[in-house]
């Protein structure tokens, strides 16, 4: 019962930045955590980074520690992907999804944002 819309995606240069931005509507997203996949032609989907209801814990993917954040902000329903230091290897589809509270899966998922990092 919630739907998931992400924006920001684009064309950047090596070394650039982007951020993404998930929007949520429907049920309040402070019920669920969040997460960024990624998926790139030929390559299996990627957890790129998570956080919790509360936005207290965060986890990444040890490819982009370092370089991406994820945030949130409850009161806008929505969550953010800082993405900094961007390297060719991250061009992929960046989707977002969301974890109820007791629940073992991502059962909601938007439509991706095409990311493509230029040499």
């Known amino acids: 019962q919630v739907q998931l819309v992400e924006s920001g995606g684009g064309l950047v240069q090596a070394g650039g930045s982007l951020r993404l931005s998930c929007a949520a509507s429907?049920?309040?997203?402070?019920?669920?955590?969040m997460g960024w996949f990624r998926q790139a032609p030929g390559k299996e989907r990627e957890r790129v980074a998570t956080?919790?209801?509360?936005?207290?814990?965060?986890s990444y993917a040890d490819s982009v520690k370092g370089r991406f954040t994820i945030s949130r902000d409850n009161a806008k329903n929505t969550v953010y992907l800082q993405m900094n230091s961007l390297k060719p290897e991250d061009t992929a589809v960046y989707s977002c999804?969301?974890?109820?509270?007791?629940?073992?899966?991502?059962?909601?998922w938007g439509q991706g944002t095409q990311v493509t990092v230029s040499s």
């Open positions: 999804a969301a974890r109820a509270t007791g629940r073992t899966i991502y059962a909601y």
């Open positions: 429907g049920r309040t997203s402070s019920s669920y955590a």
């Open positions: 956080i919790s209801s509360s936005g207290g814990s965060t």
